[in-house]
């Protein structure tokens, strides 16, 4: 397959699953600012925005309205539902050629119904939306498309952004603790809520709701699930029998913080959550980075601030 193939269904998927994660932990925290008023809302979501790689005059008072603006519609900022789903839709174009014919018409329309702003009443309804677009078209990848490298591309980007996103939900989680979401709609903005149910049978508590979501093998969003999943795909894509260790850079980063979850007791991680999601998200920044050397190496690095692909 060509470099240039790949990388864009590498992004496509990566930027599929970034305006779905983004509409589920804005969905989360823009309610819980709107239904609770002992929430400070300029500290919320200044906070939020940095989680989301976002920075902000300091001088500035910075409202939900801000959040939503510069989150959700804001087709210039790169870490916004907006800017993710024209960015998906650009990549498919340039991969037209191997790219299914339905995919590329949901995000073609998808695209072109993106709003330029929402009303505050039409939050919630936005960012279903988004979220049903996106299952659409993830659902057409997954039961159209041959099982060939153009898939493992594809999902492999998925997987490493999904990692990242659910690692930028629970760091959320944890810099509001005191006044921030319940465990149990956190569970629920995930879809979680039901399968932590059959899994735990009782009312989350911070501990089982953490580690479900970090370390459940079985729970397709779980950050153990999408980290295992990105080193079977980079395995498929170029099949390796390494006499002495991993030498792929990539899966080498990827084991590494899948040992890290692994085998450190839960209770550790739940105690310095912030730290491990910064370390989950830096290590899908230098897995991403791997990759491009690897696979795409005539293109600057794509990142979340700043990106051109």
Aim: net charge neutral; aromatic share 8%; hydrophobic share 40%.
């Amino acid at each position: 397959m060509l470099s240039r193939i790949a990388e864009s269904l590498f992004w496509i998927g990566r930027y599929i699953e970034r305006s779905d994660g983004t509409a589920r932990i804005l969905d989360v925290h823009l309610q819980l600012l709107l239904e609770d008023p002992w929430v400070e809302e300029n500290l919320a979501c200044r906070s939020l925005l940095s989680v989301m790689g976002t920075e902000v005059d300091e001088t500035a008072e910075v409202t939900r309205s801000d959040v939503l603006t510069i989150l959700a519609v804001d087709r210039n900022q790169p870490a916004s539902i907006a800017y993710s789903l024209n960015a998906a839709r650009e990549n498919a174009r340039r991969a037209r050629e191997v790219v299914n014919t339905e995919l590329w018409e949901v995000l073609n329309t998808t695209r072109a119904r993106m709003p330029r702003k929402v009303a505050s009443d039409k939050v919630h309804e936005f960012f279903t939306w988004v979220r049903e677009r996106a299952a659409l078209a993830v659902g057409i990848v997954e039961s159209a498309t041959n099982r060939d490298e153009a898939y493992r591309f594809f999902t492999l980007g998925r997987s490493i952004e999904r990692a990242d996103m659910t690692a930028r939900l629970l760091a959320t989680r944890s810099l509001t603790e005191a006044s921030g979401p319940s465990w149990t709609t956190i569970l629920r903005s995930v879809g979680a809520y039901e399968a932590y149910l059959r899994t735990y049978r009782g009312v989350p508590s911070a501990q089982k709701a953490a580690e479900f979501l970090l370390l459940d093998r079985l729970f397709p969003r779980s950050i153990l699930y999408s980290v295992t999943r990105a080193e079977q795909q980079l395995r498929e894509i170029e099949p390796r029998a390494d006499r002495f260790g991993v030498s792929d850079q990539a899966q080498r980063l990827l084991g590494q913080i899948r040992s890290e979850l692994e085998y450190r007791p839960v209770v550790d991680l739940i105690t310095d959550l912030p730290t491990h999601m910064d370390a989950v998200q830096k290590t899908t920044t230098a897995v991403s980075e791997a990759i491009r050397q690897r696979y795409f190496p005539t293109n600057d690095v794509a990142a979340w601030v700043g990106e051109n692909t």
